[in-house]
Every structure is written in structure tokens, then in C-alpha cells.
């Protein structure tokens, strides 16, 4: 099966063209502007470099979030204008459920973090074990103050090892409510790629058949919208 892979949850453009087997050709650009300019392009590129075309695709993966509003619905929108355009299935994917993936290997618990501005956290914890990992806390938005009211017991119980994006200015916070982070890891963007396509080739995740397109990015909290303008902020 031919697959297109989207990734835009975190403020970068992720793309790949991939099959059950692995992935083909990918790219990953920083700028999250990139997607409603470059994104359809990058996408003909990568299916041109790897031997294919648009209508050999059977199948869109996509981050479905939790993460940075704009580019989080650009991607989504670049995913549905494709599955329509295509007739083929979407499947959406938890940002934090990717992560988890990329560094799936070991035992025991993993947490994965993403910043949420203002003071959230964007969270989910799993059980590990060889090859794989078990979700055991289900995405949650976690408040980096106080005591942190609403913080999964299974961080104060057990060592974690933790995968994070951008959280590196709660690393005091989470190493206080944490028993012990075995492992403080960054989370590298061109492996997210791989990740959603070993997610959606393990059918974890139902396909959202077109055009009858419902599914909503993961929203976990009110966007920041400011005043003045009225632009909104992340999720």
C-alpha cells in the first residue's frame, strides 16, 4: 500500500511517501509557513522521487495533534484536500502516540511532552515492552505549576524515561512531580515521519473513509486568541 504521511503538529512541515514496508522519500522543513505554500509541491516531489504519482496513493496518515494550532489545521486540511481529492481513507494519529514510537524500544514507562504555552503541558504516558509501547494515560494537559493538580499518579509511582518538544523550559517542573526521569530525550522530527507510518500500517488507528471526511484535530485546551486581532493560538 502506498502512503502519504503529513506532519505538521509541532510547527514544522514533515512529509513522507511511504508503504507498509517502510518509508520511500521524506522531507522535513522547519518553517511552519512552509505548509500552505510548499506543502502540496513537497508532496509531487517526494512521490516523483520515489517512482510514484498521485493516484497510486491509497492511503493519508496525518498528526492529528495535540499541538500548534495553525499548522496543526493546515496539515489536516492539506491531508483531507488529498483524501478527497483521491478518494482514498485518512488516518489520524495522536501527535504524542508518534513520539512515544520513536523511541519505543527498552521497558518500563515512557512519557511524552509537548509544550503547551502558557504554563500546559501536553501529555501522555506509556508502558513499554519489546517492539512496542502501551498507552496507559491518555493525551492530557497537564498545568507546570504548583502542585500540578491532575498529574498522572503513574509519574510519582515509577521512573520514566521521556521524549519531549519543547519542554525543556518545564525541566524543573517535571523532574519535581516525576520520581526519577531515567532518560531526558528530544524529539528528532525526521523519525516522527516513520513513526505515523508504522502507527497506520498497524491498523491501531481506524481509517476515516472519503469524502465523508468528520475527524477534528486533537484539542486538548481553548486556543490563546488575542484580543487585539483575534488570532488564535495553540492547542
Known sequence: MLRLIIDTALGYMGIGVATDAGVLASAVVAS???????GAKTVDFLLRASGHDRKELLEVAVSAGPGTFTSLRAGISLAKGIGMG?????VPVSTLDAMADTVRQGDGYLAAAIDGKNDNIYLAVYGLRP??????????????VGAAAGCPKVLRQHPVRLIGFGVERYKGFLTGICTRIETWDRLEPDR?????????SQRLYSAVPCPAVTFAPVYLRLPDVNKKNGRPGLL
Open 32 to 38: 511552519p509557513v512552509t505548509i500552505t505554500t510548499l
Open 86 to 90: 483521491l478518494d482514498v481513507p485518512i
Open 131 to 144: 517492539g512496542a509501547a502501551e498507552k496507559v494515560v491518555p493525551d492530557t494537559l497537564i498545568k507546570a
Open 192 to 200: 516522527m515521519i516513520g513513526s505515523l507510518n508504522r502507527i497506520a
